[in-house]
């Protein structure tokens, strides 16, 4: 190669960063004997060095030499016809080595001037045609290159079209077309801007161009979102033009070498007779599906076929390719690794692995470990779908349809009728708990994705979308404003939690599937799995499902949502109440067979596997009414409700989270404590005498001191004189419960680092109310990610491996598992991956939780 250019054929063994993503793909078609048109790239560090210095030493001479390279190539003059010849023409366009798609600039039909035209009207003895693709150049040319805007463009042609009465372009003749591009050379003159009609000077000012494109607005938002570095520059493609424009026997498509939704195998595409690529972008005539080709061109049809075959060999991933046909003659024009859906993802990864195209350990990596619980489930349709009305944070995948409910009561009562429900509410509390296990879909105004809606939503599998902002919920009045559009109580929507998108009324949806699939890659992934997965489970049921999913065991099993049925709440409310010992054992008694029986339902269902069992963590006004509510009541004259406002006022908190809950409770409510504990020993006993093999653990929340730890294990030691001891353990969610894990390890048998209170303390966010603005802050550029859905390696990571390290070297015994929802998210697994010895994760992301720590494994 020159110092910065170089000849298609001649590109062997150049890097994307160089070639840019357009020219890596064209040279490897080259190379693997595909018809390309000739062409050459100039790379990247040209455009480098011209964003830096504003010139390119030495770079326009060897464009010349490249240029009459290609002339020898084509057998054409650039710009000039001569006889028979027509002119070559050729295409400038941009191509970064990362795609960003549509992101820069093309200028087609360039080195045409005024006698050119006249050439090529000549040589393809189509006037029309050659005054056309000079209109064309003129319109890109004078938008990129001059600056002028596109719509002064349109609204010429729009205004021809008018005085002629023409319905499109097609019915224009070449002599309108001419007076048009004579309209357009007329106005850039008079803008100062005019068309050079010397095709090397439209050649420099095209690469200038494209260089300076790097830094549109456009491109600039675009690499800020995805996180593009913004030192790569583009590489520039100048290639001989083809023309899909020539006639019925020419045209333009794309195509994918598999079907980009589902991932079937097969050629799946558009074409569309007689036009110009862009035509196809513009959406100017609607073009038709490719396999019409089979019929009028069978032979273009198989060619493609085969050139698919070739590309998948050649890049071994489902190819998104574009070409054009110039009078029967096929030619390629870009080839680029295929969007694809989650679904199409895993098909086609497997599908290729087991064609032997990929090895299976490949299929395994290219499959994104966090869509995998989404694919199980149905999905909104959003071809075919309306407008959404809300959007919201997508809290746990999968579409509902179902009609709106404001309070548990309503969803018992739709649910009764076998009617589905969306259970609508400002933000959820375990209260809500009956009424989210009978909805089909939860929606929230606010509370962010660990928030109490976000993580029971994932752990029951039902679909969720919370801290939609423009959404006001009046429960009281059973209606709630989404923006200027009301929602009352029976009113239907509809929701996708794996878009945060909201309808009003009926949508269609699409089926999950490809589980054969999945179940495929999975089996492939497992041997490379040394970290552990287990669920986030607290009802038989989902521990039933996270064993389907290949859970390990249960490493957070809540306890707080036993104490929420019907039947129980009053006990529960009794027990806060008691003021005699009595009162308090009664209580105590009745939650324990509760407990017992909850207990023996997830320990058979995890039968022979690992059981980690919390005990009662939330403060204890959450089991009362909320307050407003009790005020009301009590007005009334309601005695109950008077004496629970009394103790609610006394437990109120200014900030309950940080208040008295977790082991502060369990410590001073020490009966609490024994009651759980006893009830799991209990039904571990009751189970090994059925014959079963119970293997529960134990863990205490919100520890911040040794001491804390110390009273608790004395605690559960008093009870295992008893029954004998089980694996006793902490959780790790405060800042401080790391920095003494040296101190706290000796202790205890296990950490399990609960992630969501440890990012909310250590960031000073509140899980439930981050939501608001955290989304923004994204946006913005302030954090990389929400730390609450993904783990903050730098900081809260930083205390999660001191901990770790700590710990280990206090106890190296101890066991070390995570189980906030980080512990189902791909990339804080793979962090945790050489850390921990397991993870944990609600059920449906137990699936995720195993492809994220195999493929860290690899
Ligand atoms: C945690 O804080 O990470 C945790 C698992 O506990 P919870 O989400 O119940 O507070
Ligand atoms: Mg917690």
Partial sequence: MGAYT????????????????????????????????????????ACRRFLREGEVPGLWEEVRAKMAALEGLTGKRFGRGEGATPPLLVSVRSGAPVSMPGMMDTILNLGLTLEGVEALARATANPRFAWDSFRRLLAMYGEVVLGEGAEVFEAGLAALKDRRGAGTDAELAPEDLEELSFQYLRHLEARGTPFPL???????????????????PRARTYRRIYGIPEDLGTAVVIQAMVFGNLGEDSGTG??????????????????????????????????????????????????LHEVAGLLERHFRDMQDFEFTVERGRLFLLQTRSGKRTAKAAVRIAVEMAEEGLIPKEEAVLRVEANVLPGLLRPAVDRDRAPEPILKGLPASPGAAVGHAVFSNEAAERFNAQGLPAILVRPETTPEDITGMYLSQGILTAKGGLTSHAAVVARGLGVPAVVGAEALRVLPHEGRALAGGVEVREGDLLALDGSTGEVYLGPVPLVEGGEEEALRRLLAWAEPHRRLGVRANADTPE????????GAEGIGLCRTEHMFFGEERLPWVRRLILAKTEEEEREALERLFAYQKEDFKGILGAMDGLPVTVRLLDPPLHEFLPPLEALRAQAETGDEEAEVLLERAKALEEQNPMLGFRGIRLLLLRPNIFRMQ?????EAAKELREEGLDPRPEVMVPLVADPKEVERAKALAEEVFQEYGPIPFGTMIETPRAALLAAEIAPLVDFFS?????????????????????????????LFPFDPTERLDEKGVGRLLRL???????ANPRLKLGLCGEHGGEARSVGFVAD????????PFRVLTARLAAAQAGM
């Fill in 6 to 45: 170089v000849l298609l054929a001649e590109a062997r063994g150049l890097s994307r960063e160089v070639l840019g993503g357009k020219g890596y793909g064209l040279a490897a078609m080259a190379q693997a004997g595909l018809p390309v048109p000739p062409a050459f790239v100039i790379a990247t560090e």
């Fill in 198 to 216: 010397d095709p090397w000077a439209q050649l420099e000012g095209a690469i200038r161009a494209v260089f300076r494109s790097w830094q549109n």
């Fill in 254 to 303: 794309v195509a994918f070498t598999r079907n980009p939704a589902t991932g079937e195998r097969g050629l799946y595409g558009e074409y569309l007779r007689n036009a110009q690529g862009e035509d196809v972008v513009a959406g100017i005539r609607t073009p038709e599906p490719l396999e019409r080709l089979r019929d009028y061109a069978p032979e273009l049809y198989r060619e």
């Fill in 542 to 549: 989902d521990a039933r499902r996270a064993r389907e999913f």
């Fill in 677 to 681: 504990l006893r009830a799991l020993l």
């Fill in 753 to 781: 680092f609960g992630t969501n209170d440890l990012t909310q303390m250590a960031f000073g966010l509140s899980r439930d109310d981050a939501g608001r603005f955290l989304p923004r802050y994204v946006e913005e550029g």
């Fill in 803 to 809: 901990a770790v390290e700590e710990g280990r070297r």
């Fill in 835 to 842: 850390l921990l010895d397991y993870t944990s994760a609600s």
